[in-house]
């Protein structure tokens, strides 16, 4: 079946630390993979989408993510995080363009 | 285009009775996703359309939801009887299968809360 795991509930960093986190993803060919960042109460915005081609792939808001096949993983990072990147983040994955299967989910706090 | 329009966006409705939500898509996208997300968990998907067929539903979808898409633009989602387990947010998105833009977009969601 396929599968999309975020393996941390919550995670909380200081404002300026770097951030990573992890998804990882189940398979038979290589999906299409997603960000997502929610806001309470609010819908998803797209960070960022890999499809095939560059593993290293640029988002908005400063973030990046990095594609490993070997690992079956799509971590999402930031250099440096800003006390507005607080927020819910979800890895998505999808087969063609059809449904997405969500991770549980990130909540990421960040302490000044 | 303002992207994927949901409303209403919040709806408090007492047990047991309909209540309708709907999705305007962005316009010149043909597949339409609804979603359920409830507290403290990813959206699951519901079923989604090509234009105006109705293409896959989840088991999740019980006998008392039913979805439409008369003309293959808007959507409508009704919930019939509706039950406390129903309270969540259900979110709207759409796509395009052409092109390599891949304009998988989600609306602000509407949230239901059933008392």
């Known amino acids: 079946a396929q599968s999309v795991t975020q393996p941390d509930i919550h995670i909380t960093v200081s404002e300026g630390a770097s951030l990573e986190l992890r998804c990882n993803y189940s398979?038979?060919?290589?999906?299409?993979l997603f960000w997502y960042v929610q806001s309470p109460g609010q819908g998803l915005q797209l960070l960022l989408k890999?499809?095939?081609?560059?593993?290293l792939v640029q988002g908005i808001k400063g973030f990046e993510a990095e594609f490993k096949r070997s690992q079956s993983s799509f971590n999402l990072r930031k250099p440096s995080v800003h006390w507005s990147d607080a927020a819910e983040y979800f890895c998505?994955?999808?087969?063609?363009?059809?449904?997405?299967?969500f991770g549980t989910g990130t909540r990421l706090t960040i302490i000044p | 285009d303002t992207g994927v329009s949901q409303n209403p966006r919040h709806k408090i409705t007492k047990r047991g009775q309909n209540v309708t939500f709907r999705c305007d898509p962005i316009?010149?996208?043909?597949?339409l996703y609804w979603y359920r997300q409830t507290l403290g968990q990813g959206p699951e998907f519901l079923t989604y359309?090509?234009?105006?067929?109705?293409?896959?539903k989840s088991r999740l979808l019980s006998d008392r939801f039913s979805a439409e898409r008369p003309k293959g633009s808007f959507s409508t989602l009704e919930i019939q009887r509706t039950e406390q387990g129903d309270s969540a947010m259900y979110l709207c998105?759409?796509?395009?299968?052409?092109?390599?833009?891949?304009?998988?977009?989600f609306g602000s969601g509407t949230r239901l809360t059933v008392v």
């Open positions: 998105a759409s796509s395009s299968i052409t092109g390599n833009s891949y304009g998988y977009t």
């Open positions: 398979y038979g060919a290589t999906p299409y």
């Open positions: 890999y499809f095939s081609g560059d593993t």
């Open positions: 998505a994955g999808g087969v063609g363009n059809e449904k997405l299967t």
């Open positions: 316009s010149e996208h043909n597949r």
């Open positions: 359309f090509q234009n105006e067929a109705q293409l896959e």
